[in-house]
């Protein structure tokens, strides 16, 4: 899964960027009232445990 994919799909679990950094942006999930990084490189491909544990605490999973 890219990291665009990832971006996706939080946006329509409602999560919403808290704040911006140089490679990563904190984004925050009104479903588990968690901030968590997301990488900033849309292009490239999330590591499968990345991927599992921004969808667990994005609530997603």
Not at 38 to 56: C, D, F, W, Y
């Amino acid at each position: 899964m890219r990291v665009s994919e990832m971006k996706r799909m939080l946006r329509s679990a409602k999560c919403i960027i808290s704040r911006e950094g140089a490679n990563h942006e904190m984004w925050y999930s009104p479903i588990t009232g968690k901030h968590f990084p997301v990488p900033r490189h849309n292009s490239q491909e999330l590591m499968r445990g990345t991927a599992e544990k921004i969808m667990k605490d994005a609530g997603l999973k």
